[in-house]
Every structure is written in structure tokens, then in C-alpha cells.
């Protein structure tokens, strides 16, 4: 049976992913403090809860099931992926003389580098996402199995509320460890923060899976959202950065979740259609924007003199504007053939040939 597409949940991705583009032109910094803290509370952790919400329970082994869709709908992605962006950016060092790719690193160790980030699994640019959700469904699958299906409900929802706090708290510690150990350290550092972002993904993706059952189950989802917004917004008062995260996250899927079910028409607004629209290809702009787009763009507009004149801010913004029209550009032309769907997750067939290859079961 196919599952009709939610909407509600493309639209909280294409939000995300926008903030994601918004982010990576217009420096934090130029923001305020309360919409920037915003911004970091809701769109990573607002993926990783949707992905949760999505996860399909109804396997025979979830786990190694699991594991084998995520393999091909995210692992094979992140190799091919990882390759093309060593060679891109080699090309745009190399042959155009291109420093806008990175700010510490250039030429040759900008090459090794890349090398270094695509095998150790830490992620060239926006690709450290790919391992990190596979390991978060790894984490997801093993916590369902032996826990959530092992206990009755109320009994596995408490555990999840201790490991969901834990993860949080714990994480938060880690991120901090991060950036202490930044200068000398900066590889140990990134596996830290890599460790930090498997942790916060696998709670907030648990959140999603529990968020699910509620729905399922017809509990009214709006006192939940707003009860989590109060909580956020106390948070933010008291400076409890973490906390301000979970809430905040939590309340902004909720509320969304609701708000479509109740208002349908919604989703056929001519300005919430765009945003769908970048929901269900928020992965392909993930991506293409910041390994391929935005270093040639920035590249372009820095020789440019009326651009280089402008405020920062103003900068920013064009940028912004720049990249997710060229991406979404991009991304429409790549969808029409099959090999980069399949690359993206999305084409059955070329998936099908390869998992019969990759995963042949024997026959009896």
C-alpha cells in the first residue's frame, strides 16, 4: 500500500531548509540574538524529528531491514557525493583559482582535507547529515526493537524521556568540549561534535517516532504544542540554552502537524506550495547548494565591484536569494533523470537493481 504523501511534514523540511540556505549566506551574527537562537533550536533538530516521524515500524527485522534501505538510501549517496565534491573542488582551486570554498583551508590541503572528511565520515560541508542520520536510524531501530516493542507503551515512553533528557544534556556538554578544543585539536573536535550531532538526532528522532503514536492515537496534538512553546519561552528567559532547544523543536512540529490537519487549504496556498515544493527536495538542496553553488556564486560576486560595496547584511541576503533560486533550479533539471534520484534516495529502480546486488538473499 502506498502511503499518501504529508504534507505538513514537507512543509516543517522546507521551512528548515530554508533557514539551512539562510544560515550558510548571512552570517549569524547579523542577526538577533533571540532569531538566531531560533534558527539553531529549530531546523537541524526539526529534520531528525520528522525522519523519526517517518520511520516505518511494520518490518521483520527493523533492524537490519533498517539498516539496508538507509544503506542505499543514504550511505551510496554520501560516497558518490563525497567524490564528486573532492573533484569539484579541486576544479574550482585549481583551475579558477577559487578561495570562497573554505576559510581555513587551500589548494593542496584543501584537497587533503576533503579526503580526510569523506572517509573518516565526518562529512564534506553538508554532507556530514548523510552518515549522521544513518547512524540515527541505527540508534532509532535498536531502541524500538528491544525497548518500545519489548515494553507497554506508557512504560517505554518514560525510558525515552530519560534518554531523550540524557542525550540532550549530555550532547550539550559535548558541543561545548567541541569548541574548547577547536585550535590544535580541530579533528579530535570535529568527531566530538560529530558524536554531539548522533546524539541530538537520535533523540529528536525518537521524539518524532513518539509524536506519531500520539497523533495516531487522536490525542489533541494543540495544548502539547503550545504547552511546549510556554516551555521554550520560559527557557529562553532563564538562559537554558538546552532546554530552549528541546522545546522550541518539539513545539514548532507539533503546532505545524496540527495547523494542516485542521486547515487543509493550507497546503494549496500559492506561498506555502514553493515551501512544500523545497521540503521534498530539502536532501538535493542540502547538497547542491553549499558544496556546488555557493562557493562559484560567492566566487562570481566578490569580483563584482557594486557587490563587494554593498553592507554584509545586504550581501547576505542576495546571496541567499542567488543560491535557492540556482538551487532550485538545479534541482528540478537533476530530477528528470533517474540515476540522480536514485542518487538522492528516490529512484525504486536503480535502488532495487543495487539492493539485489548488495543484499541477494539466498533462496531455499
Not at 566530538?192 to 509524536?211: D, E, H, K, N, Q
Not at 533560486?325 to 525504486?348: A, P, Q, R, V
Request: net charge positive; charged share 15%.
Amino acid at each position: 500500500m502506498i502511503r499518501e504523501r504529508d504534507a505538513s511534514l514537507d512543509f516543517i523540511k522546507g521551512i528548515c531548509i530554508l533557514i539551512v540556505v539562510l544560515c550558510h549566506c548571512v552570517p549569524y551574527e547579523m542577526f538577533p540574538a533571540f532569531i538566531s537562537d531560533t534558527f539553531e533550536a529549530c531546523f537541524l533538530r526539526s529534520f531528525f524529528c520528522v525522519s523519526g516521524y517517518l520511520y516505518y515500524t511494520k518490518r521483520k527485522n527493523p533492524l537490519n531491514d533498517t539498516l539496508k534501505s538507509k544503506f542505499l538510501s543514504l550511505i551510496i549517496p554520501y560516497i558518490f557525493f563525497s567524490i564528486f565534491a573532492i573533484i569539484w573542488h579541486a576544479v574550482l582551486t585549481f583551475g579558477f583559482g577559487c578561495r570562497e570554498i573554505s576559510d581555513s583551508y587551500y589548494g593542496i590541503n584543501l584537497l587533503y582535507r576533503d579526503i580526510f572528511c569523506a572517509v573518516s565520515g565526518i562529512g564534506i560541508g553538508t554532507l556530514w547529515f548523510l552518515p549522521v542520520l544513518f547512524l540515527t536510524y541505527a540508534i532509532m531501530s535498536i531502541y524500538i526493537k528491544y525497548i518500545h516493542n519489548k515494553l507497554k507503551l506508557i512504560y517505554a515512553v518514560a525510558i525515552w524521556v530519560i534518554v531523550f533528557i540524557a542525550l540532550n544534556f549530555i550532547g550539550d556538554y559535548l558541543k561545548n568540549i567541541s569548541e574548547q578544543i577547536e585550535g590544535n585539536y580541530s579533528i579530535l573536535s570535529k568527531y566530538v561534535f560529530l558524536v554531539y550531532r548522533v546524539m541530538y538526532g537520535s533523540a529528536f528522532a525518537l521524539a518524532g517516532f513518539y509524536i506519531r503514536i500520539l497523533k495516531e492515537k487522536n490525542i489533541c496534538m494543540l495544548p502539547v504544542g503550545l504547552s511546549f512553546l510556554c516551555l521554550s519561552i520560559f527557557a529562553h528567559i532563564f538562559d537554558k540554552i538546552v532546554c530552549f532547544n528541546i522545546f522550541t523543536c518539539l513545539c514548532t512540529v507539533i503546532l505545524i502537524l496540527w495547523g494542516f490537519k485542521k486547515f487543509k487549504s493550507l497546503n494549496q496556498s500559492k506561498i506555502i506550495k514553493p515551501i512544500i515544493y523545497c521540503g521534498k527536495n530539502s536532501l538535493s538542496i542540502m547538497i547542491y547548494h553549499y558544496i556546488f553553488l555557493l562557493p562559484i556564486e560567492q566566487m562570481i560576486l566578490n569580483k563584482i565591484y557594486l557587490f563587494s560595496s554593498l553592507h554584509t547584511y545586504i550581501q547576505g541576503w542576495l546571496l541567499f536569494a542567488l543560491n535557492i533560486i540556482t538551487t532550485i533550479i538545479m534541482t528540478c533539471f537533476l530530477n528528470k533523470f533517474d540515476i540522480f534520484n536514485f542518487f538522492m534516495g528516490k529512484s525504486g529502480k536503480y535502488k532495487e537493481i543495487l539492493q539485489n546486488k548488495l543484499f541477494k538473499e539466498k533462496v531455499s
